[in-house]
């Protein structure tokens, strides 16, 4: 049975996950924003925390940690990369490496970019992966520690993944996402449609996450950058991927 996954909307746009194996009862949280919201998603679910698994070191995604945990005691799993700066783990993990959540194996996918030692949950049989602030909904993170090379090549490995995969990311910035895309892919007809029906969720404040990598493939610049429309729009035609994906991310910087 693949993995039953609960969206939790916390802080003002940040979202966390319960990932919850309904074979074994094992639970695993993906990142903690805040111990509310997913304090209460446990009482109301009564699924038995197992496992912490977190993708980077910011507050937004580490702060309500220990508040869950004094309730919920659970194995906590973070990047060897930033041991040193993440809340105590119990377990700490490398690309390559695994981690199981009940009877699920996920791998562990470095997704350096925005943070060094950023990495990201891939769990394929359920069709899952867990990118945070790395591919987000029509977007990606802010490169604030790594270098935009890098961070294209680890969008590369992500958007390698199956197609039906579902990309679980860490904020509610699609709509805002969605505006700059356009800026960048004009005559896109599914980036046209997709912003209708974001728009239509948000109005009914409904998350526009997970979305489906095809999805991505399809509308998110960010994994776009050696599509001729975009190259010939921005006056780069047969230019390297690397340095339209750094012109596009050098853009939204700006936006
Ligand atoms: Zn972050």
């Known amino acids: 049975m693949p993995l039953d996954i609960l969206t939790i909307p916390c802080l003002a746009d940040n979202y966390a996950f319960l990932a919850h194996d309904p074979d074994t009862g094992d639970t695993a949280l993906i990142d903690a924003p805040e111990a509310a919201p997913i304090l209460a998603a446990l009482a109301e679910t009564g699924w038995k925390l197992t496992d912490v698994l977190i993708t980077h070191h910011h507050y937004d995604h580490v702060d309500g940690l220990q508040d869950i945990l004094t309730e919920h005691p659970a194995r906590v799993t973070g990047a060897s990369a930033d041991a040193h700066r993440l809340p105590a783990l119990d377990v700490q993990v490398a690309e390559g490496d695994q981690v199981t959540v009940g009877s699920e194996t996920g791998a562990i996918i470095d997704v350096s970019g925005h943070t ?138 700006n936006f």
């Open 116 to 253: 060094v030692g950023h990495i990201a949950f891939h769990f394929p049989a359920s069709k899952a992966v867990f990118t945070a602030d790395s591919l987000m909904a029509l977007g990606c993170g802010r490169v604030f520690e790594g270098t935009k090379p890098q961070m294209h090549e680890s969008l590369q490995k992500l958007a390698a993944l199956p197609d039906d995969t579902r990309v679980y990311s860490g904020h509610e910035y699609t709509a805002a996402n969605g505006k700059f895309a356009l800026t960048i892919d004009p005559e896109n007809t599914e980036l046209i449609s997709r912003l209708r029906e974001v728009a239509d969720k948000r109005a009914s404040d409904i998350p526009t996450v997970p979305s489906l990598l095809s999805e991505e493939l399809a509308t998110n610049p960010f994994l776009r950058a050696h599509d001729p429309a975009i190259q010939t729009h921005l006056g780069m035609e047969g230019a390297n991927a690397t340095d339209v994906f750094k012109e596009i991310r050098t853009r939204k910087d």
